[in-house]
């Protein structure tokens, strides 16, 4: 069985909780406090999780796991092998979301933190974060279910846990980076996104 390290309400953990749920696996979990970190470093090098442990192995990163979990249990596949397009739409948005899209999010956390959420720069950076958010209720404008239409891919997978916990009333979790989601995002404006978020809901999850 899988064993994955975590920490309450880390969306990265969802995405692999997301992923080994589709796919039918099991996970033993290992929760650790956000605060105490040292089992993970431990076992991994680094504090961030998820974790994977799996026969000898560790993984770390959660799209370097959700590519693993795709070779190790290939169905439903995240990335298409029947599909090039597919595959390359999926694998642009996974390096977006995770190389671009985070960006202004982890810098505003940073801002908060250091008690300048109302400098020009925070400013800056949640309007051009704010702007993106309008992109996801476009991408769903085909009707879905899913972001790239009927086949639910990694893209899927890698977005809706941060946009899920985007759309929670304000305040509703302990970390500022999702207070940041919440306050800033809007997307409880966008009605194919939140019903998107609520579908989502319903699949299963490890
Ligand atoms: N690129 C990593 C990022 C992992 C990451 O930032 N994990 C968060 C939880 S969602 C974490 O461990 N944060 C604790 C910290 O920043 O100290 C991934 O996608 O797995």
């Given at each position: 069985m899988l064993r994955v390290h975590s920490i309450p309400f880390s969306a990265n953990v969802d995405r692999v909780a997301?992923?080994?749920g589709l796919k039918g696996l099991q996970i033993e979990w290992i929760e650790?406090?956000?605060e105490e970190?040292?089992?993970?470093?431990?076992?991994s090098g680094q504090s961030l999780v998820p974790v994977v442990e799996y026969e000898g192995a560790v993984i770390c990163d959660s799209p370097v796991?959700?590519?693993w979990l795709d070779d190790l249990a290939p169905e439903p596949r995240l990335w298409p092998d029947d599909d090039d397009v597919l595959r390359a739409r999926v694998d642009v948005f996974v390096e977006w979301f995770n190389g671009v899209w985070k960006g202004p999010p982890n810098a505003l956390e940073a801002l908060w933190?250091?008690?300048?959420?109302?400098?020009?720069?925070a400013r800056a950076l949640a309007a051009q974060f704010a702007a993106w958010t309008p992109w996801f209720e476009g991408l769903l404008a085909h009707g879905g279910p899913y972001l790239f239409g009927e086949r639910l891919t990694a893209a899927d997978v890698v977005a809706w846990p941060f946009l899920r916990y985007a759309s929670w009333p304000e305040g509703s979790l302990p970390y500022v980076f999702e207070h940041v989601l919440q306050e800033v995002c809007g997307v409880r404006e966008q009605p194919r996104l939140m019903a998107w978020i609520e579908r989502l809901e319903e699949l299963p999850r490890a």
């Open positions: 997301l992923a080994a650790h406090p956000y970190r040292s089992a993970v470093v431990a076992v796991i959700l590519r933190q250091a008690g300048k959420k109302e400098s020009d720069e």
